[in-house]
């Protein structure tokens, strides 16, 4: 653990490094083979933290596929939220990390809660947090106020879209609905939830978690069940499901 003065001096370049060592204690390893023959590819041009894996020659830095691949927020943000949160015996609120840091959006103070919260009782996290520290049951609560209301008015727009498009079979009809669009413009804090109905019922969120994260992870050839098995599995891999 990290005293609060060394954790409030942290840079981007010491967040890394940190990071580094409690994801990596026995040094780098390649996400792709698990190789541990890398080599730091510096220079102007290079991704700061960036490495090459020796044997299968992929490039990649700590962060790929964990909870703090995300471009929008510093590192340093993640280590001071997850010293945070590991350090307080009653458990950290989105509403006090988003004051400790500055956030100007609650939002993503949430995001970053929850994301952290299931890392430490599922990822890799979790193993390296076994015994070394306690964390509380209540850490990054979602029982405050506006982080339900996010729940509520999801669950609510999640409601009126299945009733009001449930006779469409067009997914494009489907996705032009309002409150599925509204969905969408609530953005990452509603990844967590769409996965969970996701998990509950196979519907056509697809659309949805594409627009809201850039990505596909679906294939071209996969049909409707293979999609969403697909983006479960990514989901699983990034601490959203
Ligand atoms: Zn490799």
Redesign the pocket.
């Known amino acids: 653990m990290m005293t609060l003065a060394e954790v409030t001096s942290l840079t981007e370049g010491t967040a890394r490094q940190y990071l580094e060592g409690l994801l990596w204690p026995d040094g780098p390893l390649?996400p792709?083979?698990?190789?541990k023959n890398a080599t730091r590819i510096d220079g102007e041009s290079a991704r700061p933290g960036l490495l090459m894996?020796n044997?299968?020659?992929?490039q990649f830095t700590v962060t790929v596929g964990t909870i703090f691949e995300d471009s929008h927020i510093p590192l340093r943000s993640w280590v001071i939220a997850f010293q945070m949160m590991c350090a307080s015996k009653k458990g950290v609120s989105a509403k006090q990390l988003q004051r400790q840091l500055g956030f100007g959006s609650y939002e993503t103070a949430w995001f970053m809660c929850h994301r952290i919260r299931h890392a430490m009782q599922n990822g890799p996290l979790a193993e390296l947090l076994k015994g070394s520290v306690e964390c509380d049951e209540t850490v990054g609560t979602l029982s405050n106020g506006p982080a339900v209301q996010l729940e509520r008015l999801f669950s609510e727009l999640a409601a009126q879209w299945r009733k009001e498009t449930g006779m469409l079979s067009v997914i494009q009809q489907k996705a032009i609905h309002p409150a599925y669009q509204r969905i969408i413009g609530m953005g990452k804090p509603a990844l967590p939830l769409i996965f969970q109905e996701l998990q509950r019922k196979r519907d056509h969120w697809i659309w949805a978690l594409r627009a809201i994260t850039g990505e596909d992870a679906a294939k071209p050839e996969h049909n409707f069940k293979q999609a969403v098995d697909a983006w479960l599995e990514w989901g699983r891999t990034r601490g959203y499901v």
């Open positions: 390649c792709r083979c698990k190789g894996c044997d299968c020659r992929k």
